[in-house]
């Protein structure tokens, strides 16, 4: 590790170097990346492109929605980095040593951004062959990039609050497991939402933050943003700063001390 580099870029060095193996980074963007080649492939074979809203095949619809989900992947990247480190005591000896609690967080949250933003390319490079280069504005590529980045300082700062409450492994990844199902199957991530879809259901959809963030990457591929994305984004910071605030205050509130 370069002592040169500031005190955060060191704690995010450190959190790529000491977290990330390569079968794991393979697993991680292996996942989506094969939902792209097998979902795409298939589904474009019987989901018509005139109940998908303006896309002209089903892998095109899918794309932009799992470029969006690399917001959830970098939040539960950044998530159980500090469970884990809580786990083994690293919290105790980082704070011990030349760092501040400020500078731990904004180490978690910088490693999300990179890795989420990691997630974008692959996930574009994947869908190259399937649908071509996107022709994107760079209002597109920004709003693509902002969308994803806020939404996975939303689910970060949740999932980093919830950690610094919980102490127990079992409700921890329960919980995260159970918010990372939640959040993608009942999105507009696989299909949207027609006049058919249940009004309970719909509703349910339609509030979900990744829908947000995959309705407003969508429109981003596709040139047609429109207030609804302004709003969208909107609403995915306030949720962001909502969740990072929650961690902040989890991190003042935090007992140090082993956790099962």
């Keep these: 590790m370069k002592l040169g580099l500031p005190p955060v870029l060191r704690l995010v060095v450190r959190n790529f170097a000491s977290n990330f193996d390569p079968f794991s980074v393979v697993v991680r963007f292996g996942q989506p990346a094969m939902t792209i080649v097998v979902l795409g492939t298939m589904f474009s074979t019987i989901v018509h ?24 992947s970098g939040g539960v990247v950044s998530g159980n980095l500090f469970w884990l480190d809580r786990r083994w005591s690293m919290v105790e000896q980082i704070f011990s040593g030349p760092f501040l609690r400020s500078e731990y967080l904004a180490g978690l949250v910088l490693t999300t951004l990179l890795f989420s933003m990691v997630g974008v390319g692959v996930m574009v490079a994947v869908a190259v062959p399937f649908i071509g280069l996107p022709a994107l504005s760079l209002l597109s590529i920004l709003t693509v990039l902002a969308t994803v980045g806020v939404g996975g300082i939303f689910f970060a700062g949740l999932l980093i609050a919830l ?38 259901l719909a509703w349910i959809l339609n509030g979900n933050p990744l829908s947000f963030a995959a309705n407003t990457t969508r429109d981003a591929f596709r040139g047609t943003l429109t207030s609804t994305d302004a709003m969208n984004l909107a609403i995915l910071a306030a949720l962001a700063l909502a969740a990072f605030l929650a961690a902040v205050i989890g991190f003042r509130r935090m007992n140090l001390g082993p956790i099962q």
Excluded: H
């Design 163 to 200: 950690g610094t409450r919980l102490r127990s492994a079992n409700a921890y990844f329960s919980i995260q497991s159970f918010l990372q199902l939640f959040l993608i199957f009942l999105s507009t991530v696989y299909y949207p939402v027609g006049p058919g879809t249940p009004k309970a």
């Design 49 to 72: 492109s005139s109940s998908l809203g303006g896309s002209t095949s089903y892998t095109a619809f899918l794309v932009p929605g799992m470029v969006a989900f690399q917001m959830v």
